[in-house]
């Protein structure tokens, strides 16, 4: 069995008080709590708090735990002799045993054995954040999931088991977008149902569109002439390219709507793609185009800062 | 190795009363507190049963693990849920303002 030293999780000194322990609890938790948390590894650091608290907040626990004696984080060790007797009510083997489960089996400084009970325990949900390009998220795709959830063995005592499986996510999906898989959580116990896993989507980032609910934006670039006279442009969309009309006269920051070009809906129907028009600049450096730009700016009356003029002049 | 089917949770799914409390691990009357509070709406509040769309139950459910985990009562619940919820609504519009900008507002 691997040591977890829970004094240490939840920043407090071995000899701490109840109420030291529960105010660091409630600090801890309101930093790592995944659901208000932004922090980094927040789910994986607020299932060792939890564990830690759930320990050292009972008293027949926390004695219990204290009884293993102080090792280092990580460190295989084995309870003292006579330690199961006294707080498991029975010996067994410690080998693949985690420290978590054995305290969580516990009631009242003794093993509650689970599996004798009467009482109906529902499976624990699981939440998996499943990371697909947006390729995928457009025609649908198959990601492969890994948990390690606990199961039960006769003596009601949980082994932590690697369950892997592939789900489906259907095209229809985009960031942020949650899923759910009945019943692929933990196992219910004496009757009660097996706990979901919930999926999170989350998009990667493309090289070309940025994702907004279903639609999609893209930015074109166009040549300072293009823009002026207008033209025709081949744009590139999940489904493959097509021909988008830009009118004359297009200024930059225009949204050129490609309708149902975006990704699809789960119901049918789709978004659509924004191409932005940015207004590209050469860098000239033939002596014919800085000719008939110089020519340009001499012929045209065009001043993009007449209004300037007007606000000064009021 | 099978491939799993998955359930949406957006909109266009329902779930009745029992269900939302049934998955979310809430009670009726911790569900129904939260109605009162106006956290989560019915679909039709009239309705004699009630039903709602299967997107509240991502909400449902955050409610009861911050319940349990931070030892809220119904108030703080509600008032939390409803900061999370406006947080999500903000950092919605803020994704939709960046897909807009040129460049992704990167550069």
Known sequence: MKYKDYYAVMGVERKASAEEIKNAYRKL?????????????????????????????????????????????????????GWERQFGGGSFSFDDIDLGDLFAGMMGGHRAGRRGGKVSIPGEDYEVTAHIALEEAYRGTEVDLELTVPEYDESGLAHRVRRAFKARIPKGATDGQRLRLPGKGGKGLNGGRDGDLYLNIALHPHRLFRASGHDLFLDLPLAPWEAVLGTSVEVP????????????GTHAGRQLRLAGRGLPKPHGGAGDLFAIVQIAVPAVTGERERALFKELAEASTFNPRGHFAQEAAK | MKIEQVMWLHEEHELLLEEL?????????????LVDYGVLAPIDSDAG??????????LARSARRLRRDLDLDPHGVAL??????????????????????PGGGAG
Request: hydrophobic fraction near 30%; charged fraction near 35%.
């Open chain 2, 49 to 58: 049963h009630w039903s709602f769309t299967a997107d509240r139950l991502v």
């Open chain 1, 237 to 248: 969309t999940l489904g493959g390219s097509v021909r988008l009309k830009v009118p004359p």
């Open chain 1, 29 to 81: 938790a309101r930093k790592y709590h995944p659901d208000v948390s932004k922090e980094k590894d927040a789910e994986e650091k607020f299932k060792q708090l939890g564990e830690a608290y759930e320990t050292l907040r009972d008293p027949e626990k926390r004695a219990a735990y204290d009884q293993l004696g102080s090792h280092r984080p990580g460190q295989e060790f084995r309870p003292p002799p």
């Open chain 2, 21 to 33: 409390c049934e998955l979310s691990g809430l009670s009726e009357t911790e569900l129904r507190e």
């Open chain 2, 80 to 101: 939390v849920v409803t900061l999370l919820e406006r947080v999500r609504d903000l950092e919605t519009e803020l994704r939709d303002l960046r897909a807009r900008l």
